[in-house]
């Protein structure tokens, strides 16, 4: 699977962004997804999950009830959907796929930049 994520730019803190990754295959309504960041001078952390059907749901700490991840598995997207975002949001977006009864996301799109600054 390919994966190609958009959506990111400048927002004032307090503001929303929505971040859409859309992938290529026919295999993407089996996959496991996820959304992770990196800001500068910092490692790539975990910000959001979602199971292939959407059952389950796993938010980091720092994000919960101000971040949500809907998937469209007939459009083949998934997206992160920011509120109430902060200056500690700042950071490179990427979308990530992991395959039925992989442990790893073993793919991952190429990033966005999310700034959020006065």
């Known amino acids: 699977v390919q994966l190609q994520a958009s959506g990111g730019g400048l927002v004032q803190p307090g503001g929303s962004l929505r971040l859409s990754c859309a992938a290529s295959?026919?295999?993407?309504?089996?996959?496991?997804m996820g959304w992770f960041r990196q800001a500068p001078g910092k490692e790539r952390e975990f910000v959001a999950h979602?199971?292939?059907?959407?059952?389950?749901?796993l938010y980091a700490d720092s994000v919960k009830g101000r971040f949500t991840i809907p998937r469209d598995n007939t459009e083949k997207t998934v997206s992160l959907q920011m509120n109430n975002l902060k200056p500690e949001d700042t950071g490179v977006y990427y979308c990530?796929?992991?395959?039925?009864?992989?442990?790893?996301?073993?793919?991952w799109g190429q990033g966005t930049l999310v700034t959020v600054s006065s």
């Open positions: 990530a796929a992991r395959r039925p009864f992989s442990n790893d996301y073993g793919y």
């Open positions: 295959g026919r295999a993407f309504k089996h996959y496991r």
């Open positions: 979602i199971t292939d059907n959407g059952g389950y749901i």
